[in-house]
């Protein structure tokens, strides 16, 4: 700031009490010492308060791909299913789901058409498929209503896809 913009602060801090230039004085350090909280120490302090929690979401997530990591591992090494037994697994899962699931096996990939299957259903019917029948799904058309999912899953049999 140039001697022009503050000779009008001088004079005023100059026609100043010396008990008022104490007053402004502490009030200005407090003011600043507000402003450096603010702007430095809180934010760094909301940070090391949430990082437990943060950090505690991060291993539970990293845990949970290093499982599915070595599912993707078992589920390699397992020896190939020929049609013949990925059809029979396909069924037998798709029967688990009783009146709510029909199956449809059409060459290389097979339908499921559900109607209002829950979801730990839906979800053991996949990981069964998966493992059993060694089938992946390439497509799915669902929608959930208040009784469960309704729609359809296309799954490829073997490697084809």
Do not use: C
Request: hydrophobic residues 50%; without cysteine; charged residues 20%.
């Amino acid at each position: 700031m140039n001697a022009a913009r503050l000779a009008p602060l001088k004079a005023w801090w100059a026609r100043l009490a010396p008990r008022e230039r104490v007053l402004v004085g502490a009030a200005a350090t407090i003011v600043g010492l507000y402003l450096v909280f603010a702007v430095a120490v809180q934010p760094a302090w909301r940070t090391l308060a949430a990082a437990p929690a943060k950090l505690e979401a991060l291993d539970a997530e990293l845990q949970a791909m290093d499982r599915l990591a070595a599912e993707a591992r078992e589920l390699r090494s397992a020896p190939p299913v020929n049609a013949e037994q990925a059809a029979a697994a396909l069924r037998a899962a798709s029967e688990r789901l009783g009146p709510h699931g029909r199956l449809s096996l059409q060459g290389d990939r097979a339908v499921l058409t559900l109607d209002n299957v829950g979801t730990a259903e839906l979800q053991d019917w996949l990981a069964e498929v998966r493992s059993g029948a060694r089938a992946r799904p390439v497509e799915a058309t669902l929608t959930r209503g208040s009784a469960g999912y309704s729609g359809s899953i296309v799954v490829a049999i073997g490697g084809a896809g």
